[in-house]
């Protein structure tokens, strides 16, 4: 197995179980290491060891063990610029041969699992996917690894940001991460009662969203309201710079408003690390098991996916888990990032019913 692209907590939880599942049916595994430049030059380590007295005759390596309570990923990983061309897939596939691998599990995102797919189709290897992203932008799955922590860690920073806020009575602009998708954006303003999500999928222009900043802002502060802090939250993903929509804003908000300051703070990668949550560390531990044992049951180019939303898909033994093709997984993909799939226009149609409801 590999874990490739942007790491995200329960990634190592993941590793663990199937590292676990696959000693208990005396299957060996191996990790590449750094994603898929480890697959290409074969630098590998072994996830389970031979034990005479163990009932399929493997354990776990001393060291799995401990993968499970751990963010980030253990065995590394990466965005290999070498995988995107053909010629390295190729030698990936005579590697995985070499190695006499019988099949590969794929823990990422998006463009894991397309590599996961490529390889797949150009070598004839068996791949399963497991879904691994805090962005939540993987078609097919309700939920990716990561998400929950990386959400629970906005909760707690905007807590402590809005703490200082309201010594202050500031407007703090929070940037989150989510390059394509605004699901950390969305969920996370919810989660933290903030007065506003700006999010790319909502297709305002610049203008438009310093329009809005600035009209929130000056309700709350206004004398109706007068709320003791503003906090908006943004995706990475919104095209205006969070310093340029500040300045902008500020312009705008002083004329009225002297006294109110505003501030910003970009989360970034402090969202994408810290020890897994409860709820990835279980999903990741059935997703893992599932991705297991859907390569045993002779799947050839799948992902395992969480409460999927959307109808479809192949049952397993969790009530929760389902199994569905790579090539369906990756068109619900384009169409979540480009806005036609029903599941982005159900969140964006929420959002707009939410909105109304935060900035009270
Ligand atoms: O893993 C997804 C993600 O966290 C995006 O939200 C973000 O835009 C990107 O990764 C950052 O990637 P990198 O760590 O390579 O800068």
């Known amino acids: 197995m590999l874990t490739s692209g942007g790491d995200a907590p329960g990634m190592n939880t ?3 179980a199937i590292g676990f599942v696959a000693a208990e049916k005396g299957i060996e595994v191996i990790a590449f290491e750094r994603g898929w430049d480890g697959l290409i030059d074969g630098k590998a380590f072994p996830l389970t060891r031979p034990s005479p007295s163990a009932p399929r005759g493997l354990l776990p ?3 799995v063990d401990r993968f499970g309570t751990l963010g980030g990923s253990f065995i590394g990983s990466g965005r290999s610029q070498r995988f995107f061309e053909a010629l390295y897939r190729s030698k990936a596939g005579e590697r995985a041969r070499e190695l006499g691998i019988d099949g590969l599990i794929v823990i990422g995102g998006n463009g894991s699992l397309e590599g996961a797919y490529r390889l797949h189709t150009e070598t004839g290897l068996a791949v399963v996917g497991v879904p691994a992203s805090i962005d939540n932008d993987i078609g097919c799955t309700g939920m990716a690894i990561g998400v929950d922590t990386a959400l629970n860690t906005i909760v707690e920073a905007c807590d402590r940001i809005s703490d200082t806020a309201r010594a202050h009575r500031r407007a703090f602009i929070v940037e989150v991460m989510g390059r394509q998708s605004g699901y950390l954006c969305m969920a996370g303003a919810v989660a933290a009662c903030a007065d506003a999500a700006l ?3 909502a297709g305002k222009s610049e203008e438009e969203i310093v329009g809005w900043v600035v009209n929130v802002i000056q ?3 206004g004398d ?17 710079p969070t310093s340029e929509l500040v300045s902008r804003v500020q312009r705008q908000v002083e004329q009225h408003l002297p006294d109110i300051e505003i501030r910003s703070c970009v989360l970034g990668h402090l969202v994408r690390g810290g020890a897994p949550s409860f709820f990835d560390r279980m999903i990741a531990s059935r997703l893992g098991f599932a991705a297991l044992q859907a390569l045993l049951d002779g799947a050839k180019s ?4 969480w409460q999927a939303p959307i109808p479809g898909g192949l049952p397993t033994g969790d ?3 389902t199994r569905w093709p790579l090539e369906r997984v990756i068109e619900e993909s384009k169409a979540l990032l480009d806005g036609t799939s029903p599941v982005v226009q159900a969140r964006i149609r929420l959002m707009e019913a939410v909105a109304k409801v935060l900035a009270l």
């Open 219 to 221: 309700q709350a502060f």
């Open 199 to 201: 999010f790319r999928e």
């Open 224 to 240: 109706e309201r007068d709320k003791e802090r503003v906090l908006i939250l943004k995706a990475e993903g919104v095209s205006i």
């Open 14 to 16: 993941a590793l663990r």
């Open 319 to 321: 009530r929760s888990v």
């Open 302 to 305: 799948e992902m395992v996916a």
């Open 61 to 63: 390596m001393r060291e």
